[in-house]
């Protein structure tokens, strides 16, 4: 199943019930379907670039959601529905392509020389790494006043 990005965008009138019934109306479509909601992603209100025109007057702020899902190709069709109501602003469904996940991109060849390129102890040794940071950041700020060690 491909990966998907869901963004909604809702009236600024829209009450946070009214929000979240809404995503979980999208979220309970892609489980019919067998998929899988992995992120939700709340911007809150955002000024928008330009007014949208509804039927109720121009609205220049929005509310912002972003989905994040694995659901079958067919799920684009299924959420037209979502042009029929009255809370949304805009939609927009955007699909992920040539990207490979779990076990195929640790099976892909291509996969194991980009883990390969990150050392084994460089993600649990921060303390270390940080306190030669410390030393480098001193250095450079010697050098930049015109003094050296």
Known sequence: MPLYECMLLMKPTVEKVALMDLVAQVGRH???RNGVI???????????????????GRY????L?????????????????????DRLLRWLLVKHRNTTYGLDFMNDEDGKRDLLNY??????????????DEEEDEDEYAEGMGETK
């Open 65 to 85: 959601m972003q989905m994040t899902l694995m659901a079958p190709p067919s799920f684009n069709k299924d959420l037209h529905y979502l042009n029929k109501e």
């Open 38 to 56: 992995t992120d939700i992603k709340s911007f809150g209100r955002v000024f928008l670039g330009y007014a949208v025109k509804k039927h109720d």
């Open 119 to 132: 050392p084994r102890a460089g993600l649990y040794n921060m303390k270390d790494r940080d306190e030669d």
């Open 60 to 63: 220049y702020k929005g509310q």
């Open 30 to 32: 892609a489980y019919r």
